[in-house]
């Protein structure tokens, strides 16, 4: 008999589970513990299935990994994420993919990642080592992660938003393409804050039908549930969000849901708003980034940043930015705009001053009235 876990949050941030079992009679407890709640639940999948890997001194690292990829579809994940992970076993290792994984050491991760590393970028090396962690959790512990030198984190330059692309975009796509389906797609991430992948999966029931009265403001909403994403055989398919948290009622000026209507009429409600396929929807990115000169590295996922911005500015909480950006977390919110709500913060704090040196000062003048 198998009893259902569910992994809890504990005070570290760390996901744990604590799934039991009982066969022939006797009852049998084991603890998981994993950065996410996925990976805690599909560590407990894998034990109460009886498919913990004993120390295997024949199998190859291919196989473990494999396995691991294997083990990830069955919980669930991304296609993206599965096709990700099978690239890796193409690249990540390759002086290790047919070694025995019980004689790998850490100094044979070390030296395939000092090699790896003066052809690829820091942020690719933390992901293999990610990767070879997560898939290595339940096997005997021969490496040890924790003294790996890791190529060091470059901070990615800083991509100033200016509030005047907003408009001047999505202006330019109008004057060059009319505005389609591509100028509805980046008009959803900039005055939405919808991921790419979230605007092609939207059907029009997803949007309000009519708007609603918010202290005397017009608003409407979209409702976030699913997202089209890329399968391992490059085909388009529809997958539930990663996280709880990426299920959300998004709220947008009514001026928005009219916009989009004044492009492309209501259909039915199952049908799908954008309906070109998302790789029609690349093409134009690169022109628009010559033409405004943006930063090489900007992707059209940072107009979501756009949304972002504006919701900061209007004072906006971290817990209510993770619900409208649909984070993981508010303190991951935080993280990625950190240096927005400290200046919108300062910019507070500065006005209260001023605010509050003119009371005193008024206080002070009546005080040196004469009696």
Not at 289 to 306: A, Q, S, V
Not at 361 to 367: G, Q, R, T
Request: with cysteine.
């Amino acid at each position: 008999m198998v009893t259902i876990a569910t992994a809890k949050k504990l005070p570290s941030g760390m996901w744990r589970i604590q799934p039991f079992k009982v066969v022939n009679g006797k009852r049998t407890r084991a603890s998981f513990t994993a950065a996410t709640k996925r990976e805690a639940e599909r560590m407990a999948a894998l034990w109460e299935s009886d498919k913990i890997v004993e120390d295997n001194k024949n199998e190859l690292l291919r196989d473990v990994l494999t396995e691991f990829i294997q083990t990830c579809k069955a919980q669930g994940y991304s296609p993206a994420t599965v096709k990700e992970y099978c690239a890796r076993i193409r690249t990540s290792y390759p002086d290790l993919i047919d070694k025995k994984f019980s004689t790998i050491t850490t100094a044979d991760v070390q030296r395939q990642i000092d090699k790896r590393s003066s052809t690829v970028k820091p942020k690719t090396i933390r992901n293999d080592v990610s990767f070879l962690r997560a898939a290595t959790a339940n096997r005997p512990k021969n490496i040890d992660f924790k003294v790996l030198k890791i190529a060091t984190r470059k901070k990615r330059r800083k991509i100033e938003m200016k509030q005047e692309w907003k408009t001047a975009i999505l202006l330019k796509l109008a004057e060059w393409y009319g505005k389609d389906e591509y100028y509805l797609y980046i008009l959803l991430i900039i005055y939405a804050g919808l991921r790419p992948s979230e605007s092609y999966a939207l059907i029009w029931s997803d949007i309000s039908k009519e708007p609603t009265i918010l202290q005397g403001i017009k608003i409407g909403f979209i409702n976030i549930s699913k997202a089209v994403v890329s399968s391992e055989k490059n085909e388009y398919e529809e997958k539930s969000p990663k996280t709880d948290s990426g299920i959300r009622k998004v709220t947008v000026s009514w001026l928005v849901i009219e916009e989009i209507l004044s492009v492309k009429p209501r259909g039915k409600d199952d049908e799908r708003i954008l309906e070109r396929k998302p790789v029609d929807m690349f093409r134009r990115w690169d022109r628009i980034k010559k033409e405004f000169n943006l930063p090489e590295g900007m992707r059209r996922y940072d107009l979501r940043h756009f949304f972002a911005t504006s919701l900061v500015i209007s004072g906006a909480t971290e817990e209510e930015l993770q619900q409208q950006m649909g984070h993981s977390t508010s303190s991951f919110s935080h993280s990625i705009y950190v240096e927005i709500m400290q200046e919108h913060k300062e910019i507070t704090a500065s006005k209260f001053a001023e605010s509050s040196e003119k009371s005193l000062n008024e206080l002070k003048k009546i005080s040196d009235v004469p009696d």
